[in-house]
């Protein structure tokens, strides 16, 4: 038996903390529900939409530590060549157009009600668009640019541009008049409303952790096939 | 495969267009909902806001609409994902058949030229 077909056979055992992570997200996930919907109180001038915070800025937050994770993982593979983490990077970045979408989105949804528009070039959601179009621009690269090192090469390029984006995104709201609030690190809230958001970050944190790992597990496997044709060919 | 081609099978792009539609439809929902509350006759002065309208609950729907937006984008993520991984066992399998048909044939080679063995 060749060693192609005894890789085959021996796929990796689903992993522990997998499955740990899996559980974990859904009993917050519960917690984080019973949260926003029973026991966080209704901000007076806003109202029941001020709940969308508790999806909006986890999203934001995850959307942001993305980019800044692809553009990582980018580096690593420019300075040491290894497979894995162009792997970690590409994961990251499927993952991370997904949070970035959704940013936009809750966003939209909640700006409607409170300032009576879906969308207005705020300097924040100026940014954070720049941001999902950084994350297309990655991921079309890697699937419609050259192909082999060289594509691989040219989406890190875009991911550490990317990067430069969170850090920009992040501090809108000192550098520029914004609608949004002014304080990234919430402070002066209620009790309840903080304990409430740092529940659903780190939920939505532990939910984002377990769908990397699922996604970079594939991404893996991706590449060994890939590996497998090209010996077999 | 020409880009919109490439696009249209991208099983990623069919998730985010069916996020953006769930979330146009809410959207749409929402406003035509609050719009319709307001409608008056030509000519007329546009009635009071309903009471239940200024209260806290009057934009309930946006914050539902937000929670299915996510849910659905998640669903369809994991979808996706684990799709993609029935995919590549049915490749794995069709990879292992033919390395072992390449091995058989190269052994029946090996037999047919030195018999002895």
Redesign the interface.
């Known amino acids: ?2 060693y ?2 005894q890789a ?2 021996d ?1 990796p055992p689903r992993g522990l903390l997998r499955d740990a992570l899996l559980a974990a997200s859904a009993l917050l996930m519960a917690l984080t529900l019973y949260l926003v919907y029973f026991w966080a109180p ?1 901000e007076q001038n806003l ?3 001020q ?2 915070f508790y ?2 800025v986890p ?1 934001g937050w995850i959307g942001m530590v993305s980019i800044v994770v692809v553009a990582a993982a980018s580096i690593l593979h420019l300075a040491t060549g290894r497979q894995k983490w162009d792997d970690l990077a590409y994961s990251t970045a ?2 991370g ?2 949070y970035a ?2 940013i936009i ?2 966003g ?3 700006g ?2 409170v300032w009576g528009v ?1 969308w207005t070039w705020d300097p924040k959601l100026t940014t954070t668009l720049v941001l999902w179009f950084i994350y297309v621009g990655y ?1 079309m690269m890697r ?2 640019g050259p192909a082999g090192a060289q594509g691989k090469r040219f989406a890190a390029i875009i991911a550490l541009i990317g990067a430069i984006d969170a850090p920009i995104i992040y501090k809108a709201t000192d550098w520029w008049r914004t609608a949004h609030p002014e304080n990234n690190v919430p402070g002066g809230l209620d009790d309840r409303i903080l304990i409430t958001l740092l529940v659903s970050v780190l939920t939505f944190t532990v ?1 984002y952790v377990y ?1 990397l790992m ?2 970079y597990s ?1 991404r893996r ?2 590449s060994d ?1 890939d590996e ?2 090209r010996r ?1 060919a | 495969m020409s ?1 919109i081609e ?1 696009l249209r099978n ?1 099983p ?1 792009f069919r998730v ?1 267009l069916l ?2 539609l769930i ?1 146009l439809g ?2 749409a929902w ?2 035509f909902g609050t719009v319709g509350a307001y409608d008056v006759p030509f000519g007329m002065q546009p009635a009071p806001a309903p009471q239940a309208q200024q ?6 729907p ?2 539902f ?3 299915i ?2 849910w659905a ?2 669903f369809g ?2 979808l996706y ?1 684990s799709r ?2 029935r995919e ?1 066992q049915g ?2 399998e069709a ?2 058949r ?3 048909d ?2 058989r044939s190269s052994a029946d080679q090996r037999r047919e030229t030195n018999p002895n063995n």
């Open positions: 038996m060749t192609s077909t085959l056979r796929a209704t109202g029941v939409s709940r969308i999806f909006h999203l499927e993952l157009i997904v979408s959704l989105v809750t939209a949804v909640w409607k009600p879906w991921l699937s419609y939910m769908l699922e996604r594939l496997s991706e096939l497998l044709y077999v | 880009f490439g991208s990623l985010a996020g953006a979330a809410l959207a929402s406003a209260s806290a609950e009057a934009n309930l946006f914050l609409a937000v929670f937006v996510t984008a998640f993520y994991v994902v993609r991984q590549m490749e794995i990879l292992r033919a390395l072992d390449r091995e």
